[in-house]
């Protein structure tokens, strides 16, 4: 079943603007981690942030995490062009040996 | 520094044909795991492995099997591929040590089926 859903779905923006992500899952977890996405290319890991932290910082990325409410946000900062891709949240299983990613939103920032 | 490495990159196939998906961890990595991600879909897990034993199962067809060698690299076998096979195949590796599960992955292998 689906661990990690992300809104919005899609997110266009103006280059300089902050783009913000959500993303919410279903069952308690260790971690959380964010990858982004080129089209059709890799997944590169952008941050984890775990079960006990709620705010973390990696350059114009802020990532925050609410367990209360089984979710956490990814913010980019004065975004550029650069930063279109698509985004993942992805949070392990319950044996802690696989991760389940979210349906991810595609970002598009324009000059 | 050293990334996962997967082979081959691209990879054409006809419907009921064979295909082998290789993948080489990161150094000291002890942990690989494979996903496969359809168009515009998200990844899905399908097999993991640890210190050369299988340490779980996802979505994996059962025409599909892997395995972890001594040398830690991994391959994904698919036999009596079907159209739907098409996909992007993820590898990731991560080190058990991290206690974080804090996975890196490779480029891919896009697979297509004819």
């Known amino acids: 079943s689906q661990q990690g859903e992300e809104d919005p779905q899609a997110l266009s923006i103006q280059e300089g603007e902050n783009a913000t992500m959500n993303c919410s899952y279903k069952?308690?977890?260790?971690?959380l981690q964010w990858y982004r996405q080129n089209s059709g290319r890799g997944l590169v890991h952008l941050i984890l942030?775990?079960?006990?932290?709620r705010e973390k910082h990696s350059g114009r990325l802020r990532v925050t995490l609410d367990t209360s409410k089984k979710s956490s946000s990814l913010l980019i900062t004065a975004s550029r062009a650069a930063d279109t891709a698509s985004y993942f949240c992805?949070?392990?299983?319950?044996?802690?040996?696989?991760?389940?990613f979210g349906k991810g939103t595609t970002l598009s920032v324009s000059s | 520094a050293a990334g996962v490495i997967q082979s081959p990159r691209h990879l054409i196939k006809e419907k009921r044909e064979t295909a082998t998906l290789k993948c080489y961890p990161i150094?000291?990595?002890?942990?690989v795991y494979w996903y496969q991600q359809g168009p515009g879909q998200d990844p899905q897990f399908l097999i993991s492995?640890?210190?050369?034993?299988?340490?779980d199962k996802g979505s994996i067809p059962d025409r599909f099997s892997a395995q972890q060698f001594s040398d830690y690299h991994s391959e994904l076998n698919m036999s009596s591929l079907e159209l739907g096979d098409s996909a992007l195949y993820f590898c990731a590796s991560s080190f058990s040590g991290s206690g974080y599960n804090e996975q890196f992955f490779g480029p891919g292998t896009r697979l297509t089926v004819l």
């Open positions: 150094p000291r990595h002890d942990t």
């Open positions: 492995f640890y210190e050369k034993m299988q340490s």
């Open positions: 942030i775990r079960s006990n932290e």
């Open positions: 992805a949070t392990g299983n319950q044996a802690g040996t696989a991760l389940i």
């Open positions: 069952t308690s977890i260790n971690n």
